[in-house]
DNA sequence: CAACAATTGACAAGAATTTAACACAAATCT
DNA sequence: AGATTTGTGTTAAATTCTTGTCAATTGTTG
């Protein structure tokens, strides 16, 4: 792409990916910003000032294609693409993840799963077989992934996350609770679930605070 | 507590904890700002101004009492309280978090897990039963349950939180995939895991443009 | 116990983000 | 066809968030 977008404006795409996607299965075919800032509780100033960071896709007088907005902030994304991905750490979490259908209709492909524990090796996700870590690198090499996706504890992850880079995986999805240290050229999105909870648990006891 | 702390703070805090918590178990008695900063990768004037919204927690020429700071930022994030909890969806997402002992720890307690699908009831995760939907109003009500975790598909989701609002859910974190629409003082902390994978696509796709 | 080093808390300056305002192009109405 | 309305793109203002600086305070050392 281009320049650098803000972090801010990136993170809001998928939610307008989402509301957008309601409103072309609800056929509707075109929306105005002002319209679609009631819809989605932002300003419609902001909508406008984000999709501009991208260049123009609205209409004066006719506001934004629906179905065209949604496919240039798929492109956006990256959701044109193709990416192959695997699944470490086979437990409730990641068999989870691994059996979520929409990613793949994303493009997100499942290629394989693994672990350490013996008992679930061999065991199967919608065809994909857990694999013992030892298959771990040879893998990645010859299957193109692009995705590792963490599901194991913190304790195990950062050892992990060394022989993902050494292998040349491009990107992790972290749902261990640490702070991964890899090269810029991997990305990182972490999934701290303990966060949220914990940021849920600050917004319940300061509203009981703030009305006792 | 106080006044308007911006919600960019709060969502630092538990990664503060996290690291404190390391340092506890390490037992390091006290740590400056400037030592966590390069620890943590962020300004020591940042970490700072963040504890500064709550009151003076270092001294002058000694800097932060490791035990001292984790228990008032555990008392800020609320983790001083118990949470009754109960899950709704008792898939392998909904059974990965009961199975989570980690917040049990954290004073999160699971009180009930819930699914309509009959197969499953009666199953169990740690000694607690999957329950079916008509149960949940009574259950909410008798057990004092605070937070409800929303681990259902989205079509179902809408609805449900209305059966909590009305039972007197406190808060719900929400992992389904549709913004939850409740009276503002129920809670809601939302882990949307697909936005957060768009965002990742994003950066391998940003990454690569800018590197070919 | 005085001098010095360390380090916070406070505040100011600087960035970034969000909201508002508006000129004007496109669509629609008469 | 001309007038009116709609609604974008853009620039400007307001707000929020982050970083840098420094006086004041405390701990440490000889």
């Known amino acids: 792409m281009d320049k650098d977008i ?3 404006v990136i993170g809001r795409l998928p939610r307008y990916l989402r509301y957008l996607g309601e409103l072309k299965d609800k056929n509707v075919e075109r929306i105005s910003s002002s319209e679609l800032s009631v819809l989605m509780k932002v300003t419609a100033s902001q909508i406008r000032q984000d999709l501009n960071n991208f260049g123009g896709f609205g209409q004066q007088g006719y506001g934004y294609n ?3 907005l949604y496919s240039e902030i ?3 994304l990256g959701l044109e693409h193709q990416y192959n991905f695997i699944i470490i750490g086979a437990g409730n979490l990641g068999k989870a993840l691994g059996g979520y259908l929409n990613f793949e209709k994303r493009g997100f492909i499942l290629k394989g799963m693994f672990d350490k524990d013996p008992a679930l090796i061999g ?3 919608r065809d994909v077989k857990v694999m013992p870590m030892e298959d771990l690198p040879s ?4 299957n193109d992934i692009d995705i590792a996706v963490l599901t194991i504890p913190k304790e195990g992850a950062v050892l992990v996350a060394k022989v993902l880079v050494e292998n040349g995986i491009k990107a992790i999805w972290n749902f261990a609770h640490v702070d991964l240290d890899v090269p810029e050229y991997v990305q990182v999105e972490n999934v701290h679930l303990s966060d ?3 940021k849920l648990s600050y917004n319940i006891s ?3 605070e ?3």
Do not use: Q, W
Request: no cysteine; hydrophobic share 35%; glycine share 0%.
């Open 6 to 8: 803000s972090r801010a």
């Open 66 to 68: 629906v179905d065209y």
């Open 74 to 76: 798929s492109k956006i």
């Open 123 to 125: 065991t199967e996700v």
């Open 139 to 142: 893998f990645i090499r010859s």
């Open 196 to 198: 949220s909870l914990m």
């Open 206 to 208: 300061s509203y009981m």
């Open 210 to 212: 703030n009305n006792k």
